[in-house]
């Protein structure tokens, strides 16, 4: 640890313990009256006076916020002082009187300059946002530009964070009952509403992560008690997510709007439902993370049947649709009526499931209610890969649990996963292992050599590894104590907190 | 005469002199044995202090029923009165063996802020030219003072209410009691102002603390499970292994023992090493880490330039971390990794704030 870090440290036990003493040594009857705190204040109390109060006000906090009050009473007069200072110090302004049409003249000049500038482009603000906007230059804009273009949207304002995704998405649900749900429909170019990561939510990301017809995807929902589905988060952050090979649908849209975003999937292994996500693929490192998770999952749910999951997707996706809109916008119970809203949201949620050809095995296969209960017992049959299964860290504690859910993310749970909070992490290499000997203490491993820890179930801490090889595996005993395992086999154990490895037999 | 019976210390060609140099218009109507009563009730108090240090019955009680003695010494011409007696009945036992000399006295009389004093006796008096006169000199200083310790709203109010105890609108026993009789002149009028205030604030928090519900939930839980062992630890133990304890039992509602256990370690460790400071070492640590004082504020406080208070405080910290980490190695032999575990555990968030779940319980 840094020794900055460690000062840190001193700084609040020193906060911590010296708030303590309150008193300690001599009771509150023994606190000096006002006369005497102001003359220890003014110093004019004889020495032998002073040390016994110094004493005193040393371990006693009533008195000492007392002064402390006094002190900032008195500083402010001396702030006066400092401003009447500084004052004194511009003085010169208004010194010498020559100076004051000077500094006039001058700035009349530069008045006259710069209307002079603005006359000789006199349109060029105007356009300029003019282009701006379609441009989507400010991810803020987007929200405007794009929610008007669903003919059936009935709220323009963008003024809600929400309400363009909740705009968007009820329009969408009616949609979907009337049309063949695999229509691929080129009047839906907004993307909003797509499930929206945990804490997550504003308009330019429900924008990115668009809900193109032929999307692969994912949803996400508040999970509840024995529910399966976590699927899949996806999540364009920093503003608009890209999506472009998946949204062409989107093509009416500015090609810019869709920057590179990460999408980020998330898996949950717990129940046994091998969901899937990965979508929208983005430029850059999230493409990367997007497509990995994707491969994971689908892999990971071999024994369903994408047949079978197929069948059941048109039904359910209207209940999911519905039930996506209420879990987005719990707060618009307007837009989404319908009453098995909630039965929709307390399943998984699933989107654009519609098109069968499309492979979205894993993603419908986590929409259909019924087919969660199969999906459980086949994935226990199955004995989902060990891979699958580390994704989910568990802690001493049952009701914490850690999730790797991307690259530089982690998630937390803190009521047995009902709900979850991500967590970025300072690597961009792949977490593969965790393991968590205490409640706050975990340790991660991946690629690259990196090894994390945090020893306060909130903050992470690179670990100097062994060597910048690929952990599999880590077995913690407890902050300072663990053992990792590299692809090849070797493993290494520390037992001062990553100080220093020995290879392990 | 000057040391006249019962224990007059102040005579009345002192208090005339001194009435002298104050330079109190004469419109205030001060004479110079009310005065003299004002200045003996100060130097009482002064050396009554001195002499039985460890009595807390110097206390607000003592100055009120002093000065209604001396003024009633004074309407009665100079014979002490009754109430004079059993005014300097209580004292004179403490005194009698350790009476002040003559010269301590007058040069703590030579010390005071006659000035001030002389306005505080006037005003008290109800003098209306000298009450006038406070107001426009100390009023605007007042509000700024409220302001600056209670904050923009809060402060007004604070600086307001006390202008009816400093005019006496209180009563006690018929008679008009004016905040201002418990000005001493040990300090100027100023600072006392301040000090006032800063009491009534700090107490305002403390009773607004005391009654105030703890959080709700979880926090509100872990403040009493705190509180508990505080109060278990006033019945008396060494405060180094009490805080230890009280770490250890938020041990049991935090569930990592690992954690618990070594910032209980650091704790007691720390809470040794505080002990052993030296007052002012530990006033400079409180004014900065407690109370979050600027080093100016601070040397303000302790009479330093803000240069030397930080010099000081970086010295005392590295002093303790020397110590603590001395003792951590040695006592409890941790090695380096553990104890840069335990500053690592420190850092963050802890089982609940101490600081506040303790101060309203002492």
Not at chain 2, 167 to 191: I, M
Not at chain 2, 290 to 300: D, F, K, N, S
Request: glycine content about 8%; aromatic content about 4%.
């Amino acid at each position: 640890m840094a020794a900055r870090e460690e000062d840190k440290a001193m700084a609040g036990l020193l906060r911590r313990s010296l708030a303590q003493d309150a008193g300690a040594g001599s009771g509150p009857g023994d606190c000096p009256e006002p006369e005497i705190l102001a003359a220890y204040f003014d110093h004019s109390l004889d020495a032998e006076e002073t040390a016994r109060y110094d004493l005193h006000f040393s371990r006693c906090s009533v008195c000492r916020e007392q002064l402390a009050a006094m002190a900032r009473a008195s500083s402010v007069g001396d702030a006066d002082v400092a401003e009447k200072k500084t004052a004194g110090a511009w003085g010169w302004l208004t010194g010498p009187r020559w100076l004051m049409p000077a500094a006039a003249m001058l700035v009349t000049l530069l008045a006259i300059t710069g209307i002079a500038l603005r006359m000789r482009r006199p349109v060029a603000p105007t356009n300029e946002v003019a282009m701006a906007r379609p441009d989507a230059v400010q991810p803020v804009n987007s929200a405007p530009v794009t929610t008007p273009a669903p003919p059936t949207n009935s709220v323009p304002s963008p003024e809600a964070a929400l309400s363009s995704g909740a705009a968007s998405s009820a329009p969408r649900a009616m949609d979907s009952i009337a049309a063949p749900p695999s229509a691929p429909s080129a009047s839906r170019p907004d993307a909003a509403g797509a499930p929206v990561a945990p804490s997550e939510s504003t308009p330019s990301r429900e924008l990115g992560a668009g809900l193109p017809p032929r999307r692969v995807s994912h949803a996400n929902t508040a999970t509840r008690g024995g529910e399966l589905s976590r699927v899949g988060v996806v999540g364009g952050s920093g503003g608009k997510s890209a999506a472009a090979p998946v949204m062409q649908a989107q093509a009416q849209k500015p090609a810019s709007q869709a920057s590179p975003g990460i999408v980020r999937g998330t898996m949950q292994a717990r129940n046994g439902v091998g969901a899937a996500s990965g979508s929208g693929s983005g430029a850059g490192g999230g493409a990367v993370n997007s497509a990995d998770q994707t491969v994971t999952a689908t892999e990971a749910a071999p024994p369903l049947s994408g047949v079978e999951a197929a069948k059941i997707a048109p039904e359910k996706k209207v209940e999911a649709y519905s039930g996506q809109s209420d879990a987005q916008l719990s707060v618009e119970a307007e837009t989404a009526p319908q009453p098995n809203a909630r039965k929709a949201r307390s399943s998984a949620t699933t989107s654009g499931a519609a098109a069968p050809t499309q492979s979205a095995k894993a993603m419908n296969l986590a929409a259909s209610q019924t087919m969660e209960a199969a999906a459980l017992a086949k994935m226990q049959q199955a004995q989902i890969s060990s891979n699958l299964m580390n994704l989910q860290i568990q802690t001493p504690d049952s009701k914490i649990l850690w999730m790797i859910t991307g690259a530089d993310a982690i998630e937390k749970s803190e009521d047995g996963g009902a709900t979850w909070k991500l967590e970025y992490l300072e690597t961009h290499a792949r977490i593969i292992a965790g393991s968590a000997p205490s409640v706050k203490t975990c340790w991660l491993v991946g690629e690259g050599g990196t090894i994390l820890r945090t020893t306060n179930g909130a903050h992470w801490k690179t670990i100097k590894p062994p060597e910048e090889t690929v952990f599999v595996r880590v077995e913690a005993a407890d902050a300072l104590t663990a053992t990792v395992t590299a692809l090849d086999g070797r493993r290494f154990s520390t037992s001062d907190g990553g100080k220093s490895w020995n290879s392990v037999k | 005469m000057p040391s006249s019976p019962a224990g007059q210390f102040v005579s009345i060609d002192v208090a005339r002199d001194l009435l002298q140099k104050a330079g109190a218009p004469a419109e205030w109507n001060l004479t110079a044995e009310r005065f003299r009563c004002v200045l003996e009730r100060s130097v009482v108090h002064r050396f009554h202090c001195a002499a039985a240090s460890a009595s807390s019955s110097s206390s607000r009680n003592a100055a009120p029923m002093a000065d209604s003695a001396g003024s009633s010494d004074a309407s009665s011409g100079g014979s002490p009165s009754a109430a004079h007696e059993t005014r300097s009945a209580s004292p004179s036992s403490t005194r009698s063996d350790t009476d002040p000399d003559a010269r301590a006295i007058q040069a703590y009389v030579d010390s005071l802020h006659a000035a001030d004093l002389a306005l505080a006796c006037a005003c008290s008096e109800g003098n209306a030219a000298a009450w006038d006169f406070f107001m426009a000199r100390y009023r605007p200083e007042l509000y700024r003072a409220g302001r600056a310790i209670a904050g923009e709203s809060a402060g007004r109010e604070l600086a307001d209410s006390l202008y009816a105890e400093l005019y006496g609108l209180r009563q006690v026993e018929g008679q008009r009691k004016s905040l201002f009789d418990y000005f001493l002149g040990r300090s100027k009028l100023t600072t006392w102002l301040h000090a006032i205030l800063a009491q009534r604030h700090v107490d305002g928090i403390r009773r607004a603390r005391r009654t105030e519900p703890l959080e709700e939930g979880e926090a509100g839980e872990q403040a009493y499970a705190a509180q508990q062992t505080f109060s278990g630890r006033s019945t008396g133990n060494a405060p180094a292994t009490s805080s230890a304890n009280s770490l250890a039992s938020s041990a049991v509602s935090s569930p990592d023992p690992d954690r618990n256990r070594y910032l209980a370690i650091l704790q007691a460790a720390l809470t040794a090493v505080l002990d052993a400071l030296e007052p002012r070492d530990r006033l400079r640590l409180a004014y900065y880490y407690v109370e979050g004082l600027t080093l100016a504020e601070i040397g303000r406080l302790v009479g330093e330039h803000e240069a030397t208070v930080s010099r000081k405080l970086e010295r005392t910290r590295r002093e303790i971390r020397k110590r603590v980490e001395g003792a951590l190695r040695q006592e409890k032999k941790l090695s380096a990794a553990q104890l840069q575990l335990c500053y690592e555990y420190a850092q963050e968030e802890w089982p609940f704030d101490l600081t506040r779940a303790l101060s309203p319980g002492e």
